[in-house]
């Protein structure tokens, strides 16, 4: 019996229509009785096929109609229940690229019930971006506590880290008045994100400041150093609380620079140990703050200016190294600007003045900014300073323990030149005598000539 092709076309035609028809018939049937295995096959196959044949031939097209239409309607339809799961383990073989992000959002989105008409652009933006502004709670929230200005040097300075997000926020909710000086002062975001690993300091309003001030200030004195040298910033801070101490390390090379403790009511500390870069003594001293560094101990008065000095000595005494160059800087630096970093006024200023080491090199005093004044060179060079100074290192090298405090008096709130020294010297506890003067609260007058 001779068949027709029109016959033969039709039959095939049933057959792929009862076939296709029984196909969803199974699928439907399997959701219904909960036979995740015959969903799982049917959702693999209906996405893999879909999803494959539109990436080989046009990714972007295809990947934006066919892979959110399969994934909408075949696992809305079949998986309510347990899309979750079964789409995100075979979308994850199935998908590629884009795709596999796609379909993984879009399913579990379909079966939490979460999805609503949207463009695509808008959907693919959130599901590549989860950090968007537009769909991020926490970015919302953030925009409600910081001006527009604050939060261009949130982006800049934190980029799209939830996680220090999270800890802003958070930050924001404990101590709200650090939203209004973030408003004030955005470029203070920036010392924030620098200290973000220390929550004992990073809400700290006076350390933020105290970073921003020398980021912008210190470079009057240093920026044309010697041989190109860079002089550490407050930008180059970096705080980071580790086993009950809060560690200052240089940002980008991780040099040890110091440690820090206390607080701005009863005085911060900073310790600098051993070998440690004594770079941090050249940044603009905090106020009200004690600096420690091997023998010697500076103290800052309310305007951070050093205004009680220590030092010890003894048989293993060594000396410090000299920068003419630096300390020069220094000196003309502490004569021409104020407290604040202020210009002076020239009328009335000597520059006869040489640049004064308050713990002298020969006790190991460093050349750095905390130790270098303003000082009237015969009073430096000659009489109870030069000799109590010789006398007490002679003393110590015997093996001696020597101790000398000199306490800084300034004419005014503003100059950092100061106007007096008060020296107290002892031996092995006693006060000094030199050239028949007892070494006790000797006071200096630091003469402008």
Known sequence: MKISKISLICFFAVCYSLNGFSQAALVKQAVK???????????????????????KTEVKQAVKQEVKQAVKQEVKQVAKAEAKQIVKKEAKQAVKGEAK?????????????????????SYKKSAINPNAKATSANARTLE??????????????????????????????????????????????????????????????????????????????YARGP???????????????????????????GRLLGKLEGNSKDGYVVKIHGNSDPALLDLFPM?????????????????????????????????????????????????DYDVDGNPVSASGTKYDDIAGHIVPDSWGGPSNGINIVPQNAAMNNTGLWKSSEL???????????????????????ITQRPSSFSITQTVNGKY??????????????NAVL
């Open 33 to 55: 009785q909960e036979a995740k295995q015959a969903a799982k096959a049917g959702v693999k196959q209906a996405v893999k096929a879909e999803i494959k044949g539109a990436v």
């Open 101 to 121: 992000q796609l379909a993984e959002a879009e399913s579990k989105r379909v079966a939490t019930g979460e999805v609503k008409k949207a463009s695509f652009s």
């Open 144 to 221: 409600a506590s910081l001006n527009k200005d604050a939060l261009k040097k949130w982006e800049q300075f934190a980029g799209v880290s939830v996680e220090k997000k999270e800890i802003l926020l958070k930050d924001l909710q404990l101590k709200p008045e650090l939203a209004s000086t973030f408003n004030n002062n955005p470029q203070l975001i920036q010392t924030y994100c620098n200290f973000i690993n220390s929550p004992r300091y990073r809400t700290d309003i006076a350390m933020l400041r105290y970073g921003n001030y020398n980021a912008s200030k210190s470079s009057m004195m």
């Open 227 to 253: 041989r190109n040298k860079r002089w550490l910033t407050g930008d180059d801070l970096i705080l980071e609380d580790k086993a009950g101490s809060t560690i200052i390390t240089q940002r980008g090379t």
């Open 287 to 335: 106020r009200n703050t004690t600096y420690q560094y091997g023998n010697c101990t500076w103290i800052t008065d309310n305007y951070g200016r050093p205004c009680i000095v220590k030092m010890k000595a003894n048989s293993g005494i060594s000396v410090g190294g000299r920068d003419k160059d630096f300390i020069g800087r220094v000196k003309r630096f502490k004569t």
């Open 391 to 413: 006398q007490g290192l002679n003393l110590a090298k015997q093996g001696n323990a020597v101790e000398r405090t000199i306490v800084l008096k300034y004419s005014d709130n």
């Open 432 to 445: 000094d005598v030199v050239h028949g003067v007892e070494m006790k609260e000797i006071e200096l007058v």
